[in-house]
């Protein structure tokens, strides 16, 4: 049994997946087709179909007339970075013409929502030493984009 995530464009859906597959390490673009009979969202050849993949996970999107529902916060990429540097660059390539949100969130260009953040804050969230943990849980809700030096200064007291 595969797991694949699908996401569901009412436009531009193949600009997004270039995007997307040129900005992460290990990303391709696997396959891209129409659907070949008529469907609700419109007749046959004009629904988009691709399946991409992000670093380790696999995707499938396409592209429709008709979508029932925007993208929110249910359904969102988190990426876990190495570095400040990895944050900083993933913020702002993704957020450029989208919506900077609390707590590493923000929004795409396309609706999509990410939770760029850093490897290091499930260490820190999951510390046993719950006071410590509770410090960078404030730290972190306080933050726009995260900042691992403050979270780690959080986490010092």
């Known amino acids: 049994m595969k797991v694949t995530q699908c996401l569901w464009f009412d436009k531009d859906m193949e600009a997004a997946l ?32 691709a399946g991409f993949t992000l670093g380790d996970q696999r995707y499938m999107a396409f592209e429709a007339a008709g ?34 949100e609390e707590c590493g969130w923000l929004r795409d260009r396309w609706g999509l929502a990410w939770q760029i953040t850093p490897k290091r804050l499930a260490e820190l969230m999951s510390d046993p030493d719950r006071a410590k943990a509770k410090r960078v849980a404030e730290a972190m809700l306080k933050m726009v984009k995260l900042d691992i030096a403050a979270l780690e200064a959080a986490a010092k007291g």
């Not at 597959?21 to 007749?43: K, R």
């Not at 925007?70 to 876990?80: G, L, P, V």
Request: proline content about 6%.
């Open 18 to 49: 270039r995007f997307y597959t040129a900005l992460l390490p290990g990303s391709s673009l696997d396959w891209d087709s129409t659907l070949a009979a008529e469907s609700p969202s419109g007749p046959a050849g004009s629904v988009k179909i």
């Open 67 to 100: 979508r029932p529902d925007a993208f929110n916060h249910c359904i969102s990429i988190m990426i876990e970075c190495d570095s400040q540097a990895e944050i900083d660059r993933l913020w702002d390539a993704l957020g450029k013409d989208g919506r900077y």
